[in-house]
């Protein structure tokens, strides 16, 4: 659902050689010699067996018909994919959850002065695409969970509506109190622009495609090119995910027929204000009609006019009546038990319902995860047995919320706390280079995963063309020597925007969220032209992508699955910690500085003197300089964990012969068990400040950028809201936190060492 | 002429105080006591007479129809400029020269594949705008000094068609050979666009405005605001001026009657291949129909379309024809003769000449200069005498090629080479910030000029207005502490651009260019609408910085006449030159490390990796690292020279007494005789490689940016163009020079010393 996660994993260097002049494969982390050959085996059959024409068929039936959540063609794609799964051999059921789930009513947005437009919010017939004609169930063009309203105010243009541009509004004396603002899709999750927009005292927000970003200016428009037509729309939900996601009704429980449910007036994460997403087709009348100062030059579009930041003269009207019913979501699941740890879970999941048709979002990812589900089949009749439980799921009704993986997951949050290993996620797939975004402690797991599976277009590692693209994209010399010396491409960490984030966020389930991408690109994104003739025109046209992710994902939940000892790793962790701990300061030095230097240039004149007498603007107000933090606790808890990952790192090697794991039995299920929680030892019961359900202290989406991640977010945010007091608090609890953290690897160090032969 | 100078002054700041507390006023460089305060009070005279509605009613006159060379109006505008120096008092005449000016026959520009369109090519009418109408006077839209032509090819999308653009054609693997090229305006000089075209083999160049760079994207257009509208199009000259400026037929010598001529196809500065200017009106249907490859992200314009670079299968017609005909110009000079050095000039101009109306350019700051005038023939009357001969000069054929000025350089040149102190300039005006760019031997006096002015928005001196201003606008914490503790702001290097071009770069004389902006913005630049219409409503409206130009000019000649000791400074100019030398190392350095590591990266295979394969790329080829460089007699000649600098100071400390100078008669006379050579010093009579017109070591206008400048041209264009045994002549040649300067200035230093009381 994500769109395009161009954030990346900027996967980084190695100088480990690949066993190539050995007859021997390279060790697998976390197996004996013997065992990696055998998997290694396994593996090899596996990665055979996806089809590219498979993966074209899946698509073409998933995609024929709009399939959002309540519709029919959900349901009958739930059940054809379960009606799959239990074909290829597989036990397979549905789970149902029921929530809340809005569907437009009434829609209006019009320019009533100083001339009239009504926009005109449909997406047209496109003749060449069988599938954009199917008006009579497609979801109109709208922003889920917007609040009801009926507003007319003068139109304010607010960028991409991040509160940064809002600061800039105050410096240029815009006002958007009482005013309905039009921001550009772009840079935050949508659902933060009409949060931040309500903050400011806006009454209505309207969302629109620039051509900017994702139209003419990128490319030829659909069904010429790739790119979004003049008016094509992006639907999307706009409910507080940052806040809690899931259904709103019943946030942390399941959404069971016997659920508490909060009433409908209690619901923290609806829109403050009414919200509407248009075309720039529609956009641009209204865009046209606003005067008042001419837009900083980073704010402006591709629309052939000038834009100009209003207020007014352009008033427009905003209407959203919505239908507040419960709809029925179809999580289809299938277990596959381990015959020797089946209490640990692995855990895979991608989402089937879509904004409309949903070729590449979700289907493109589905298909994937579909072959995987087939191929687990093929190999369990050739006598393959996975160690530790295999679940895959195909989530519905990820668009509106992430409601069918977060209501699983708090569904079964006793039992995935207890048992799961790691969730690994994918959505959207494209053509390019590999992306892998999650937990550190899978970051060297990941990277052995992307070292043995060939680019379809390349012929060389996933690894090896991440890497050289890593290169070719670093901005400084440091970086390129860091890609090119590290061990292992670092991964980014994951904020949110899929279904990943329930068992991360709230549950701290180690997770991975994999893809492709990057070659590709397109403005269909939650368009009704996210369909099959879109993505066997413009995206992976011949599923070889679609195969590498089957195989990608497939290896990574099968090595995960068989693994003697659980394949985390401390110190790529602690050394992103260390990172993360060294962003930190930087980042209350570099506010400490710029207000320095603000109060210091407030004093000279500086803004007085730069003001042009004709035209209005406002300077910055002098500020307290930020204090000093005491960073301490959490240094030397950085510290300790990179003592601890040493330690394990030790120990580890002492146990280790000819490259592989010479420990069994009983010590090694003692160390698995406690190598299973060392990512719940991230988690806090009391959740973020401010945003309880959010409970890892390293990963969460930001509350003001939505799909992107904080990093140590309760300290991180602190500081960015000048909350010098909780920054500090916040310190010293995730400091606690990864001392735990610490104190569970050098246990499970200890145990290894007592275990030695 | 120049297109609105943004480069700026960089001006730095300064801990100086001003004697704000004495009741002396503070000293003045080159000056005793006495004079000082004498010069002040004709100075403060001077600023009190300029009058903002002279101003305005010079620029109704001036502009109220075209007149560009050639025209009738041109030569009536000469002789009303006459006219008023005479009825001010003044020695005035006019001078004559006849020049090559290519003015239109025919021209076409049409598309003829895959559709038909044939361009306008013509501005239309604006009505509330009473002079774009005079269509029977205005130039067509062309480019002067096009060669004829008629030619079709494909037609190839080029971005600003700068050297860089044609290496990432290259990457992209799309050809010029053959075809027209379209350039957009920008970034260059418009002459290097045909010329760097021609060089890759372009058959025909067209350049067009692109509403990103001076259309909507940056304003509403005119008539409603101050940007180019659809149709208006950018007049100019495309003559190879980083070769010779001036008369085609006579370069190095005036073009009088019985000058030695060229014939017309023994002219190296005309184009290889024709070219013509049209609106983004005319260039939409055009690059509308290109395909092939979309044009990289930083090259789109705003056009709302898709930019592709071709070839084809835009298939163009284009055709030039001129009138090669002689044409008259105009020069109007006045001779104020020097009570005491009368051989010893301060020379002051402004052209009169435009493309059309030309409100802005020339008018506004040729009424600056008139002005001046008058308010010396005012200060004459009322006694002030200067003691050194001033000559002011309103220059013909600026536009199309530095014509007037060029000519009149050229048949003076002997007595400016003996009597030229320094060279005043200004051209077009607007509303703003000062920015003076020039000699850095006049960068302390620049800096005393603009410490004296007020400005007439924020009643701050020019001097406070532009450090706070640069200090806003500054990059990095370093850029700021120098701008806050440097006692003068930096004056940027004159490249070209307008009328100090022969003075400077041929003669060796020590030049300034003054003028406003920053505040205002526009693309009337060279079209019917720059006039006194869009002047008088988007510009500096009220004249008031049209009074500070004429009071900041006025003051630097008159503190440049009076002063006893010519107030050249060598310290700010060695400072300068280090840096130049570090630039040059570094410069050295950066490409070094580039191919170092481009050659890796082609090692590597980060080239083949990230290239997509459903497009064409080209990986670089392996080049030669750049050799290291022989600095070390450059390196030595600028040590030398901040000695004489440092040497001069002292002398000239130990005759200043009380702030001002102690230092009389004979001496004095010595001294300024050598200091008066101190600017030839720089200049070598072999020129710089390939272009021996421009004999300046130190500054000339870069052979492929044409108005931006290259300080020590013949080092830095020689590693630029990785022409290494050249780089290591030219550092031996340049290090010459400079140790010649410091030779003069230790001379001087040391007759300053022998003569103390």
């Given at each position: 659902?994500?769109?395009?996660?161009?954030?990346?994993?900027?996967?980084?260097?190695?100088?480990?050689?690949?066993?190539?002049?050995?007859?021997?494969?390279?060790?697998?982390?976390?197996?004996?010699?013997?065992?990696?050959?055998?998997?290694?085996?396994?593996?090899?059959?596996?990665?055979?067996?996806?089809?590219?024409?498979?993966?074209?068929?899946?698509?073409?039936?998933?995609?024929?018909?709009?399939?959002?959540?309540?519709?029919?063609?959900?349901?009958?794609?739930?059940?054809?994919?379960?009606?799959?799964?239990?074909?290829?051999?597989?036990?397979?059921?549905?789970?149902?959850?029921?929530?809340?789930?809005?569907?437009?009513?009434?829609?209006?947005?019009?320019?009533?002065?100083?001339?009239?437009?009504?926009?005109?919010?449909?997406?047209?017939?496109?003749?060449?695409?069988?599938?954009?004609?199917?008006?009579?169930?497609?979801?109109?063009?709208?922003?889920?969970?917007s609040i009801d309203g009926d507003v007319t105010?003068?139109?304010?243009?607010?960028?991409?509506?991040?509160?940064?541009?809002?600061?800039?509004?105050?410096?240029?004396?815009?006002?958007?109190?009482?005013?309905?603002?039009?921001?550009?899709?772009?840079?935050?999750?949508?659902?933060?622009?009409?949060?931040?927009?309500?903050?400011?005292?806006?009454?209505?927000?309207?969302?629109?495609?620039?051509?900017?970003?994702?139209?003419?200016?990128?490319?030829?428009?659909?069904?010429?090119?790739?790119?979004?037509?003049?008016?094509?729309?992006?639907?999307?939900?706009?409910?507080?995910?940052?806040?809690?996601?899931?259904?709103?009704?019943?946030?942390?429980?399941?959404?069971?027929?016997?659920?508490?449910?909060?009433?409908?007036?209690?619901?923290?994460?609806?829109?403050?204000?009414?919200?509407?997403?248009?075309?720039?087709?529609?956009?641009?009348?209204?865009?046209?009609?606003?005067?008042?100062?001419?837009?900083?030059?980073?704010?402006?579009?591709?629309?052939?006019?000038?834009?100009?930041?209003?207020?007014?003269?352009?008033?427009?009207?905003?209407?959203?009546?919505?239908?507040?019913?419960?709809?029925?979501?179809?999580?289809?699941?299938?277990?596959?038990?381990?015959?020797?740890?089946?209490?640990?879970?692995?855990?895979?999941?991608?989402?089937?319902?879509?904004?409309?048709?949903?070729?590449?979002?979700?289907?493109?990812?589905?298909?994937?995860?579909?072959?995987?589900?087939?191929?687990?089949?093929?190999?369990?009749?050739?006598?393959?047995?996975?160690?530790?439980?295999?679940?895959?799921?195909?989530?519905?009704?990820?668009?509106?919320?992430?409601?069918?993986?977060?209501?699983?997951?708090?569904?079964?949050?006793?039992?995935?706390?207890?048992?799961?290993?790691?969730?690994?996620n994918t959505d959207a797939n494209g053509r390019?280079?590999?992306?892998?975004?999650?937990?550190?402690?899978?970051?060297?797991?990941?990277?052995?995963?992307?070292?043995?599976?060939?680019?379809?277009?390349?012929?060389?590692?996933?690894?090896?063309?991440?890497?050289?693209?890593?290169?070719?994209?670093?901005?400084?010399?440091?970086?390129?020597?860091?890609?090119?010396?590290?061990?292992?491409?670092?991964?980014?960490?994951?904020?949110?925007?899929?279904?990943?984030?329930?068992?991360?966020?709230?549950?701290?389930?180690?997770?991975?969220?994999?893809?492709?991408?990057?070659?590709?690109?397109?403005?269909?994104?939650?368009?009704?032209?996210?369909?099959?003739?879109?993505?066997?025109?413009?995206?992976?046209?011949?599923?070889?992508?679609?195969?590498?992710?089957?195989?990608?994902?497939?290896?990574?939940?099968?090595?995960?699955?068989?693994?003697?000892?659980?394949?985390?790793?401390?110190?790529?962790?602690a050394d992103t910690i260390h990172k993360y701990?060294?962003?930190?300061?930087?980042?209350?030095?570099?506010?400490?500085?710029?207000?320095?230097?603000?109060?210091?240039?407030?004093?000279?004149?500086?803004?007085?003197?730069?003001?042009?007498?004709?035209?209005?603007?406002?300077?910055?107000?002098?500020?307290?300089?930020?204090?000093?933090?005491?960073?301490?606790?959490?240094?030397?808890?950085?510290?300790?964990?990179?003592?601890?990952?040493?330690?394990?790192?030790?120990?580890?090697?002492?146990?280790?012969?000819?490259?592989?794991?010479?420990?069994?039995?009983?010590?090694?299920?003692?160390?698995?068990?406690?190598?299973?929680?060392?990512?719940?030892?991230?988690?806090?019961?009391?959740?973020?400040?401010?945003?309880?359900?959010?409970?890892?202290?390293?990963?969460?989406?930001?509350?003001?950028?939505?799909?992107?991640?904080?990093?140590?977010?309760?300290?991180?945010?602190?500081?960015?809201?000048?909350?010098?007091?909780?920054?500090?608090?916040?310190?010293?609890?995730?400091?606690?936190?990864?001392?735990?953290?610490?104190?569970?690897?050098?246990?499970?160090?200890?145990?290894?060492?007592?275990?030695?032969?």
């Amino acid at each position: 659902m994500r769109r395009s996660v161009l954030v990346v994993l900027v996967f980084l260097a190695s100088v480990v050689l690949l066993g190539t002049t050995s007859e021997e494969p390279s060790p697998l982390m976390g197996y004996s010699v013997e065992q990696a050959r055998a998997e290694r085996n396994w593996e090899g059959k596996f990665r055979d067996i996806p089809k590219q024409d498979n993966l074209r068929d899946y698509m073409k039936r998933l995609s024929a018909r709009p399939h959002h959540v309540g519709s029919p063609y959900d349901k009958d794609n739930a059940e054809w994919i379960l009606s799959k799964f239990k074909e290829w051999g597989l036990n397979a059921h549905i789970e149902n959850f029921d929530v809340l789930f809005p569907t437009p009513k009434e829609r209006v947005v019009e320019l009533l002065e100083p001339t009239k437009f009504v926009a005109k919010l449909q997406e047209p017939v496109v003749p060449v695409d069988p599938t954009s004609g199917q008006q009579s169930e497609q979801l109109p063009t709208y922003n889920a969970y917007s609040i009801d309203g009926d507003v007319t105010a003068p139109l304010v243009y607010v960028n991409y509506g991040v509160p940064d541009d809002y600061e800039k509004l105050d410096r240029l004396g815009v006002l958007v109190k009482g005013a309905i603002v039009i921001a550009r899709y772009g840079e935050s999750w949508r659902g933060i622009k009409p949060k931040v927009a309500a903050e400011h005292g806006a009454v209505g927000c309207i969302i629109y495609s620039d051509p900017r970003d994702d139209g003419y200016f990128e490319g030829e428009v659909f069904p010429q090119g790739a790119w979004r037509p003049k008016d094509g729309v992006q639907r999307g939900s706009v409910m507080d995910m940052p806040t809690y996601p899931g259904d709103p009704l019943t946030p942390g429980v399941g959404a069971t027929p016997d659920a508490k449910r909060l009433a409908l007036k209690d619901v923290k994460t609806l829109t403050k204000i009414p919200v509407l997403p248009i075309s720039y087709g529609d956009a641009q009348p209204l865009l046209a009609a606003l005067k008042g100062p001419v837009a900083p030059k980073e704010w402006r579009g591709a629309l052939a006019n000038t834009y100009h930041l209003g207020p007014g003269p352009a008033k427009v009207h905003l209407k959203v009546q919505s239908n507040w019913d419960t709809k029925r979501l179809y999580d289809v699941i299938v277990k596959i038990p381990g015959s020797t740890y089946p209490n640990e879970w692995i855990v895979r999941g991608n989402h089937h319902d879509a904004w409309v048709n949903g070729a590449q979002d979700p289907v493109s990812g589905a298909v994937a995860l579909m072959e995987e589900a087939r191929t687990f089949g093929e190999l369990l009749k050739q006598g393959w047995k996975p160690k530790r439980t295999i679940i895959y799921c195909a989530w519905d009704g990820e668009e509106p919320g992430l409601l069918g993986s977060t209501e699983w997951a708090e569904a079964h949050a006793d039992e995935l706390r207890q048992h799961a290993v790691a969730y690994i996620n994918t959505d959207a797939n494209g053509r390019g280079y590999l992306f892998a975004l999650g937990s550190h402690t899978l970051e060297k797991f990941a990277n052995g995963v992307a070292r043995d599976i060939e680019d379809p277009e390349k012929k060389i590692t996933l690894w090896k063309r991440r890497q050289l693209k890593n290169i070719a994209d670093a901005k400084t010399p440091e970086d390129r020597q860091e890609i090119r010396q590290r061990a292992d491409l670092r991964i980014a960490a994951l904020g949110s925007g899929s279904d990943y984030t329930a068992f991360l966020d709230h549950l701290g389930v180690a997770s991975l969220n994999l893809g492709f991408g990057d070659e590709d690109g397109g403005g269909i994104y939650h368009s009704i032209y996210d369909d099959f003739y879109w993505y066997t025109h413009f995206s992976d046209t011949d599923f070889s992508y679609g195969r590498a992710l089957a195989q990608t994902s497939g290896t990574a939940v099968m090595r995960l699955a068989d693994a003697d000892l659980l394949p985390y790793d401390f110190t790529d962790f602690a050394d992103t910690i260390h990172k993360y701990l060294d962003e930190l300061q930087k980042l209350l030095k570099d506010k400490q500085d710029k207000i320095r230097e603000q109060n210091k240039e407030i004093e000279e004149g500086v803004f007085t003197a730069t003001a042009d007498p004709k035209e209005k603007s406002v300077p910055p107000p002098r500020e307290d300089v930020p204090p000093f933090l005491a960073f301490a606790p959490l240094q030397n808890a950085a510290d300790a964990l990179a003592r601890s990952a040493e330690h394990y790192q030790k120990a580890l090697d002492k146990v280790t012969k000819n490259g592989g794991l010479a420990l069994s039995g009983v010590s090694l299920k003692a160390v698995n068990a406690q190598l299973l929680q060392s990512e719940r030892k991230l988690t806090s019961p009391d959740g973020l400040p401010g945003r309880p359900w959010f409970r890892h202290m390293i990963y969460a989406p930001g509350f003001y950028t939505g799909y992107g991640v904080k990093t140590i977010p309760g300290v991180r945010e602190a500081i960015e809201q000048k909350k010098w007091k909780e920054a500090e608090e916040q310190i010293v609890r995730v400091a606690g936190v990864l001392q735990d953290e610490a104190a569970l690897i050098e246990s499970a160090a200890e145990d290894m060492e007592k275990a030695q032969p």
